[in-house]
């Protein structure tokens, strides 16, 4: 079973602000080093979603698709990934300076053998792969960052 990954970081804007750039899926590309491209299918995204997306490692690119799991407005996004079945969430937390930020990818019911496969001979084994997440995590977490706290506040 893959071990839950998690990195955080603090953002000197409100919960709101933060979510106004979050929830704007098509924008992932832009903070996940991984990510090329998240399409949301179907109206407003909300619970029940679904996307597909673009993956790339080097030369390795792949599809995936996922699945809206929470979407509360301010609070909290969570997705699964049907084809490896890993959870990934951001839940926002208020402080007195602007908003914590958790980003997780947990597996508990374990990966697909497809992707544990994949994953020992394309990408260097599950605890190399899962550092290279963490590095992701941390840098996806440091763009979303930079990214709200250069947005104006609007009124």
């Given amino acids: 079973m893959s071990r839950t990954l998690e990195a955080t970081i603090d953002i000197s804007a409100s919960p709101q602000q933060v979510w106004a750039v979050l929830a704007d899926l ?7 080093p991984q990510c090329r491209g998240m399409k949301v299918l179907g109206g407003p995204v909300g619970v029940g979603t679904s996307t597909i997306n673009i993956n790339r490692r080097g030369a390795l690119v792949w599809p995936t698709t996922s699945k809206i799991l929470t979407f509360e407005p301010g609070r909290e996004l969570r997705f699964r990934v049907n084809e490896n079945r890993t959870i ?12 914590h930020v958790v980003q997780r ?17 394309a990408m260097g084994g599950t605890e190399s792969f899962d550092d290279e997440m963490i590095v992701g995590m941390n840098a ?11 947005t104006p506040v609007t009124v």
């Fill in 105 to 121: 990818r947990e597996a508990p019911t374990g990966t697909t053998k497809i992707s544990r496969t994949l994953i020992n001979l």
């Fill in 88 to 99: 990934w969430s951001f839940v926002l937390e208020p402080t007195e300076t602007g908003t």
């Fill in 26 to 32: 098509p924008r992932m590309k832009e903070f996940s």
């Fill in 140 to 150: 996806t977490l440091t763009r979303l960052k930079h990214v709200v706290e250069a």
